[in-house]
């Protein structure tokens, strides 16, 4: 990706992460139309992370009503601040880096949202506090 980022420039990229940003948002809302006005429930388990006599914690996904209506929350309002980011940083240097940070951000806040075990729950709650950290300092 860096060969790639580097031909197309920071604001190249920026419009990249804006079109993906986009497209999570379309397919939150295309999960919204599948599990919260349906009613289904998608738990996918990917892998057993801690198995210890009477502890079960796998990692995984979890996908319901409340699920859905925060992904739309939060992939929404993440496009709109990738938008408005583009034309805001125009004139700093590190943009990239910037848009990198609010990637960031927005991976683990999807990771916090859709999580089916308070530890996986915990891990992206930390790496909001990583995220904001970093775009704070910025």
Not at 16 to 24: K, R, W
Not at 75 to 88: K, R
Request: charge should be negative.
């Amino acid at each position: 990706m860096s060969v790639v980022g580097r031909f197309l420039g920071s604001r190249g990229n920026s419009y990249i992460v804006s079109l993906l940003g986009f497209s999570t948002f379309l397919f939150s809302v295309l999960a919204f139309i599948d599990i919260g006005l349906k009613g289904n429930l998608i738990i996918s388990n990917y892998w057993s992370w801690v198995l210890i006599e009477g502890i079960y914690i796998e990692m995984g996904l979890l996908f319901d009503s409340i699920t859905v209506v925060m992904l739309i929350v939060v992939t929404g309002i993440s496009f709109l601040v990738y938008c408005y980011s583009i034309d805001y940083m125009a004139a700093d240097r590190h943009m990239s880096r910037f848009i990198s940070y609010l990637s960031l951000f927005t991976f683990f806040m999807v990771v916090l949202v859709t999580a089916p075990s308070y530890l996986q729950m915990f891990i992206g709650w930390e790496g909001v506090g990583i995220a904001s950290y970093l775009l704070i300092n910025f």
